[in-house]
């Protein structure tokens, strides 16, 4: 293997570990630079390195901490890089390096191209790994439930909800049983993921309050349970109680990073906290009050992920679609289009069908028409086209 390939495929690896973290090229640039203790580090020397470009000696120690993976493994794949040795024999490579890698990309591709292609190969993993358990191994059992939670949220992303669900519980208690706290509250985090867009306020109540009275909870910790809290508040119509909690949320993000934060709570940002408030204040029934948080949202989703921005783009549309703002509509309908094209996200194409509906039978002709048109892209039942005497004409 020459230095060009060893340096490509040291730069894939570290592209594959990062996506399994749920880290942005940002996000893990941040967390470096805290891990550090410096500031110079951007997302653009992360890109250098997984392009092959550049092999980040100096920055090993501090990756295998962010990125939770041995040291030793990081360092002789860097000197692979380098030409230094031969590609180890098959005996000796991490027995999880497989899982870690696919898992890794079954990722990837779900952050550009939604979950549905990708769920039932995860599912092939997670099952696999399940029947390799043999002991009390901590190691192995928290490895496991990361491939449960990994699988849980493709399967929710594919709308198959029940088995997300089932996938989530029982990876909750491997990572209970491998006493690891902080995937234990990253899965008690999706499981109110999936209550709350289920209808289930209830259950993701429960699961907040949990996460909100734990001990030693971290700050970012508690900003994901608040959002969830605040959605499920929302849905059972506790407007002051809901809206309390999200500006708890906001005033949050304002925290600088803290050095116990676990990787997988950077998902959490701005986009996110405004995308949940519109989502929160649509609940509630006021989209005129929500449509202002979800142009910001969808406005900083672009180029975040082709998944992130449909679901982000959407919700605007959603809340414009309530409202009647049928001229204000059309962009982002028309930016939906090419998103459908690649990307299969059946829980957020189901939300998309509702509001083609909604416009082909509310909003005017001209606009109904390019719902018609997009509506082909989207899998499931057609829209069809209302006699004109009975839609509405009116223009907001």
Known sequence: MNERTGRA???????????????SQRALALQLCATAGITTLTRHEISRWERGARIPDAWL????????VPLDSLERDAARARGECGAPPDADREPDAYVRDAVGWLLAHDNRHGGDHVAEAAVQV??????????????????????????????????????ARAALAQAHTLARLAGDGPLEWFILDLLAMVDVHTGCAGEARAITDEMLTGREVPGRVTLMARVRQARSLAQAGE????????????????????ADD??????????EVELHTGEALLS?????????????????????????????????????????????????????????????????????????????????????????????????????????????????
């Not at 501090?62 to 939770?68: D, E, P």
């Open 9 to 23: 495929q040291f730069g894939a690896r570290l592209a594959s570990l990062r996506h399994h973290a749920r880290l």
């Open 61 to 68: 120690t501090s990756l295998a901490q962010v990125l939770g």
């Open 126 to 163: 997670w099952e696999a790994e399940r029947a390799r358990i043999t002991g009390g191994d901590k190691q192995h059992l928290a490895q496991v439930a990361e491939i449960g939670e990994v699988a849980g949220w493709l399967l929710y992303d594919a709308a198959r909800f029940p088995e």
């Open 239 to 258: 407007r002051a109680r809901a809206l309390d909690s999200l500006e708890r949320a906001t005033g949050a993000l304002q925290d600088s990073m803290q």
């Open 262 to 271: 676990p990787a997988f709570t950077w998902w959490i940002d701005t986009t």
């Open 284 to 396: 509630l029934g006021d989209p005129r009050a929500a449509l202002p948080h979800l142009q910001r949202s969808s406005e900083a989703s672009q180029g975040g992920g082709a998944r992130r921005e449909f679901g982000n783009v959407l919700a605007e549309l959603t809340a414009l679609a309530r409202l009647g703002a049928w001229r204000e509509a059309e962009a982002p309908l028309l930016r939906l289009e090419p998103i459908l094209r690649t990307v299969t996200s059946s829980r957020t194409r189901v939300r998309l069908r509702s509001t083609l509906r909604t416009i082909d039978r509310d909003a005017p002709a001209w606009l109904a028409e390019t719902a018609r048109e997009v509506a082909p892209l989207v899998p499931g039942p057609r829209v069809h086209r209302a006699p004109r005497s009975h839609r509405s004409s009116r223009l907001r």
